[in-house]
């Protein structure tokens, strides 16, 4: 007796102890982040317009392709960020008074042609500065991500003091803050005086960076045994392209005009463009060309208008069209991967160039100080930049 109930005790202790152990649920797993997921990168940059900033619309039209080419060396868990730039213009008195003098020139966009485009058509005029209503509007009117894992940052450039305007600096910084926007400003002139007009708090209420700049400083345009080779290189790229829908041949015809506007300011410029025309993950323009299009749908060429294609091509047949973006596709990769093979060495070599010489070009212009601040920032939102 007494030792069948020492073994039906045991037996209800162990059952006991089992079902305890099943009925706990098991600790749920922190979710890892996806290595895969592409970040964006958000930039906003807005240009003072009024008199005597023709030096500051220059350096912009050239420091566009330089601070997409820094971003272009960006990775996260070895994976390249999308590019998303927007243009506002301020200061320009024949923009309506009731938005501030403020107008928006391009919405948050990749079309990179698009943006260079615009900013060679920017003058200037005199008329009133109105910072914190210009950082307000892009900041309330843009289609800001709402990942505070994103990189999203504003760059302000001008002179004349911060504070002018009925919006007040620090009512944009607030909606900044809402939506993890970092603001940047960059004074056009002495560093002191900037300080004296009030950019430094600008920066400091949008934990951003405060720096300043010679507007009228000519860019370092020094020539490479490189540069005849890239040129010759792009007009190759150019190509391969294959225009498609109502705008593809407006857009082939861009592509080219924005080509003579940058070689036409000067060689280091033109160079810097089609380095970043050699990156496939900052130059794609799939709404238009066929080629980039068919990598993001392969079955694109089955659905793509006939009529709407050059007309060398109206009249192939899908299959042969299939096959002709294919070798478009091939063709590109090779030209690209030569194009950044070439755009090394001849950073290199311009590298080298500006160490020999006197004072080594480190006069601080939009190009040199946007570069420095986004190398700063990127890191905090797990970007490195090679």
């Not at 829908?245 to 000067?266: H, T």
């Not at 192939?316 to 478009?328: A, D, G, N, P, Y």
Request: charged share 25%.
């Amino acid at each position: 007796m007494n030792t069948l109930y020492k073994l039906l005790t045991s037996s209800l202790l162990i059952v006991g102890a089992t079902t305890l152990i099943y009925s706990r649920k098991p600790p749920v797993a922190p979710l890892k982040p996806d290595p895969s997921r592409q970040k964006k990168v958000q930039i906003a940059v807005l240009l003072d317009v009024s008199n005597s900033m023709d030096g500051l619309i220059g350096q912009a039209k050239a420091q566009l392709w330089n601070m997409v080419s820094v971003l272009g060396k960006a990775t996260c868990n070895d994976v390249a960020p999308t590019v998303e730039i927007a243009l506002y213009e301020y200061g320009r008195p024949t923009n309506d008074a009731r938005s501030g003098y403020v107008k928006q020139i391009n919405y948050f966009t990749r079309d990179l042609d698009e943006v260079s485009r615009n900013l060679f058509r920017l003058t200037t005029n005199g008329g009133d500065e109105y910072c914190g209503h210009v950082i307000y509007t892009s900041l309330t009117s843009l289609e800001w991500d709402a990942n505070p894992d994103n990189y999203k940052v504003i760059f302000i450039a001008g002179n004349e003091d911060f504070l002018q305007g009925d919006i007040s600096y620090t009512q944009a910084c607030s909606e900044a803050k809402k939506k993890g926007v970092i603001i940047n400003t960059i004074y056009c002139g002495d560093r002191n005086q900037g300080i004296r007009e009030h950019w430094n708090l600008g920066s400091e209420c949008g934990t951003g960076s405060f720096t300043n700049i010679n507007q009228n400083a000519q860019m370092i345009d020094i020539p490479t045994p490189y540069d005849t080779v890239l040129f010759q290189l792009n007009i190759q790229l150019n190509g391969t392209y294959i225009g498609y829908g109502r705008a593809g041949q407006a857009n082939m015809s861009k592509q080219e005009e924005v080509d003579k506007l940058n070689y036409g300011m000067n060689k280091a410029a033109a160079a810097k463009r089609v380095a970043v025309k050699g990156q496939k993950q900052l130059y794609n323009n799939s709404n238009w060309d066929l080629v980039d299009a068919s990598q993001d749908d392969a079955a694109i060429v089955e659905k793509v208008d006939m009529n709407t294609l050059p007309d060398n091509l109206k009249n192939k047949s899908r299959t042969e069209l299939k096959q002709i973006v294919t070798t478009k596709s091939k063709e590109r990769a090779d030209i690209q991967k030569q194009i950044s093979a070439v755009s090394v060495k001849r950073e290199a070599y311009i590298n080298t160039e500006k160490a020999r010489r006197a004072n080594g070009g480190n006069e601080q212009t939009l190009e040199t100080e946007i570069e420095k601040i986004i190398r700063a920032q990127a890191k905090k939102y797990n970007l490195t930049i090679q």
